[in-house]
């Protein structure tokens, strides 16, 4: 198994796999504008061939890393194919977007998600959605669970990554459910 950034030609296998989860209400779906938008966020599991062919390769799994703000990047569309889960590639892709984020001088890293027990072995803390900034709910108009979002907001801190001194991002209004949310501008 290889990890490496994605290109243009694994978009439709990555689609594929998020779309499968996305399906049975684990994640949101993703369009090909979108991944193609955000395609230098993610990376891509890549199973080796068994011929050692480039065009017998096989992606396996993928996830994005999206900057929100200087010291926040969240984890989104994280995807292993059913048929190859529970063979650590999930945790190669988790551990992809750690070492993204200590690259970029990220401090802490985001996640909201049903999976929060998978989460917490990589040292994710459950937090308040409300300290999380505004902007994380930007992509809550499209999911179909607005109205009732059940999702749980996740945060690891890399302590060796420096604080930095910065301008805050606006806050979620406190009391404000996030549907509601979807309608603020940024
Ligand atoms: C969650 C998911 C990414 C895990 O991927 P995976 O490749 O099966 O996970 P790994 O094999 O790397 O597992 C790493 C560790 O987490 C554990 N683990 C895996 N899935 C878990 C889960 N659902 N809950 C708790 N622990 C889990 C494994 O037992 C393993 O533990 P170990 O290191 O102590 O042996 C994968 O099941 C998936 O794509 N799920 C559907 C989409 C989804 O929910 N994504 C998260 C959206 S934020």
Redo the contacts with the bound molecule.
């Keep these: 198994m290889t990890i490496r950034p994605a290109t243009i030609h694994d978009v439709p296998r990555m689609q594929e796999i998020i779309n499968s989860?996305a399906e049975l209400g684990?994640?949101l779906f993703k369009s090909f504008a979108q991944l193609y938008e955000q395609l230098r966020d993610f990376a891509v599991v890549e199973r080796d061939g068994l011929t050692g062919n480039a065009s017998d390769a096989h992606i396996v799994?993928c996830v994005g890393l999206t900057v929100l703000w200087a010291d926040l990047a969240e984890?989104r569309s994280?995807?292993?194919d059913d048929a190859?889960?529970?063979?650590?590639?999930?945790?190669?892709?988790v551990q992809w977007t750690i070492d993204e984020a200590r690259r970029l001088q990220i401090r802490r890293i985001m996640?909201?998600?049903?999976?929060h027990?998978?989460f917490a072995?990589f040292g994710f803390e459950v937090v308040d959605k409300d300290t999380l900034p505004l902007k994380v709910w930007s992509d809550c108009v499209r999911c179909p669970k607005r109205d009732g979002c059940d999702e749980i907001a996740m945060v690891k801190t890399l302590h060796d990554v420096p604080m930095i001194v910065m301008p805050t991002a606006a806050p979620t209004p406190r009391g404000v459910s996030i549907p509601v949310l979807g309608n603020v501008e940024d």
């Excluded at 190859?84 to 892709?93: A, V, W």
């Design positions: 989860h684990k994640m799994g984890i994280l995807a292993v190859y889960r529970g063979r650590g590639i999930g945790k190669q892709l996640s909201l998600t049903y999976e027990e998978f072995k």
